[in-house]
């Protein structure tokens, strides 16, 4: 049976033409968010707009059942809207208010110029690992990527769970406590001996769970284990003239090998992305955003006054000098606002001269940095 389609009620174009009388009167031309509400004041939808008048107003010129701007319009039922400082305030913005709401049609609607992939490491007694096409992935604790080359990935992730034994399947999570084999059904992959085969009942759990932590210690960056062992794993077999078996584990080398590399440069491009970021607002105010580790963690107005000017600083000390709450590395929920951040200088080449670099004793980044191979 096929699941429905969910369609939200429709609006009147009674209700739609005050809609637009509403944004011609208030609306002003300034950058900043707006959010599309339901008949219960349900947000349906969020978008941004350097100037959100104008923004809004197309929305009521739009024609066709192929537009998504009316087919948004179709079922809108009220309209609230926001300013920001900036452009790049109204991004961020925008993309804070998507990951807080979920709104239906940005989930349904987002067209990606290219397909990309996360490698996420779930939870519980059996932790696995899984390539998801989302960063807000419910089933992750820990999330790595995006990676463009899907297809890559996944032959990498598969060579990753066969090296450690950490199983990739959507199974295991009654293994470690007394599943019986005899109600379970067999794992091929057990009895080839790529998988510790939690998911029917066999193995030990501490072992598992140090397996599962060399995983990702290795996602982190913090590890090159599972590399080196396949390493040994080659030349063993090797030295024993197993050559099929050293061929198997060569090509494993070569895809856990591909994954290392790209960890590793993200991991070094994120320190890359702490800095002072100085934007102009349509007013030309300037706006100061201090950027720690790829995300935004606080927005100021550019000092006036001495007084002000000492504020800033003892905020950008507090920001870059002390501990990074967030941790060492860039949380899963983040992780989307690090993209963020680093799309905006690498589409916008001439807002990298307003970079400084964060306290005087540093120095500016070299560059940005984008989806992962």
């Known amino acids: 049976m096929r699941g429905r389609v969910f369609r939200p009620p429709q609006s009147t174009p009674a209700q739609r033409r005050a809609l637009r009388a509403q944004v011609a009167a208030h609306c ?26 104008a923004r809004l107003l197309s929305y009521f010129r739009a024609r066709g059942r192929r537009s998504k701007s009316a087919r948004i319009l179709r079922h809108a039922f009220a309209l609230e809207w926001e300013y920001t400082n900036t452009e790049f305030a109204a991004l961020l913005r925008e993309l804070r208010l998507i990951k807080q709401y979920r709104p239906v049609f940005n989930a349904t ?11 996420a490491l779930t939870g519980g007694d059996v932790p696995g690992l899984s390539i998801v096409p989302r960063s807000d992935d419910p089933t992750a604790v820990a999330l790595f990527g995006p990676f463009r080359r899907v297809a890559k990935l996944r032959e990498a992730v598969r060579a990753l769970a066969d090296a450690t034994g950490v199983r990739d399947c959507s199974l295991g999570d009654a293994a470690f406590r007394g599943a019986s084999r005899s109600r379970t059904p067999g794992c091929l992959r057990h009895a080839l001996g790529v998988c510790a085969g939690p998911c029917i009942g066999v193995g030990d759990a501490d072992e598992y769970r140090r397996a599962a932590g060399v995983v990702r210690d290795f996602l982190d960056g913090h590890t090159d284990a ?29 895809h856990v090998g591909w994954l290392h590399e790209r960890v590793q440069q993200f991991r070094a ?5 702490t800095f002072r970021y100085h934007a102009t607002g349509p007013d030309a105010r300037e706006w100061v955003y201090l950027i720690r580790r790829g995300t935004v963690r606080a927005e100021l107005p550019m000092p006036a006054c001495p007084e002000e000017e000492a504020a800033l600083e003892a905020t950008a000390r507090r920001i870059y000098e002390g501990p990074d709450l967030k941790g060492g590395d860039v949380p899963t929920h983040d992780l989307d606002e ?18 400084r670099p964060a306290l005087a004793n540093t120095r500016a980044p070299g560059g940005v940095v984008g989806p992962i191979g």
Request: charged share 30%.
């Open 109 to 119: 609607m987002v067209v990606d110029d290219m397909p990309r992939g996360y490698v």
């Open 338 to 355: 690090f993209y963020l951040v680093s799309s905006w200088f690498r589409r916008r080449t001439g807002e990298a001269a307003r970079v």
């Open 226 to 254: 599972p590399v080196r062992l396949l390493q040994r794993a080659m030349q063993q077999a090797s030295d024993a003239m197993e050559f099929e078996r050293a061929g198997i584990a060569r090509d494993r080398l070569e």
């Open 269 to 273: 491009n994120v320190d890359r992305l």
């Open 28 to 53: 002003e031309r300034r950058p900043g968010v707006y959010r599309v509400l339901g008949p219960t004041g349900n947000v349906l939808y969020v978008g941004q707009s350097r100037t959100l008048r």
